[in-house]
């Protein structure tokens, strides 16, 4: 989201030459494979979460890898991820848990949206 926010500020301040297709994502170092994504899910869940692979290889068409090249969002937006995968995980998981517990879902988007805000960029990678 801060991407696209960062975006539309570019967008408005200078129009034109922002308009063109953007990816953003986790920072090249940060890509990780679907079942790493959802054993850490689980872990964070806790509460003996799990999953397992329903043995379906032909339902498998997903790639291996699912990478989004950043470059162009890290070099003319200024642009990088302040969340490394794990902390984004453990945000989403965290926030999953309180929309289920019945707690004030405002309150805990404001909270999340101020700890992203205040904490610092990931290392950039070289482009």
């Known amino acids: 989201l801060h991407g696209y926010l960062t975006l539309a500020e570019k967008l408005w301040q200078h129009g034109h030459p922002f308009a063109q297709a953007w990816n953003f994502g986790p920072a090249d170092d940060d890509v990780r494979t679907v079942s790493w994504i959802v054993d850490r899910l689980a872990c964070a869940w806790g509460d003996r979460a799990g999953w397992q692979h329903d043995g379906n ?10 990478k989004l090249d950043t ?16 902390t984004a995980l453990h ?5 999953h848990q309180a929309w289920l517990r019945h707690d004030d879902m405002r309150a805990v988007c404001l909270q999340q949206i101020q700890q992203y805000m205040l904490s610092a960029p990931v290392a950039a990678t070289p482009v």
């Open 71 to 86: 470059s162009k969002a890290r070099q003319l937006l200024g642009w990088q991820p302040r969340w490394d995968l794990q």
């Open 57 to 66: 290889q032909a339902a498998l068409h997903e790639a291996h890898w699912l």
């Open 91 to 95: 945000h989403t998981v965290a926030w």
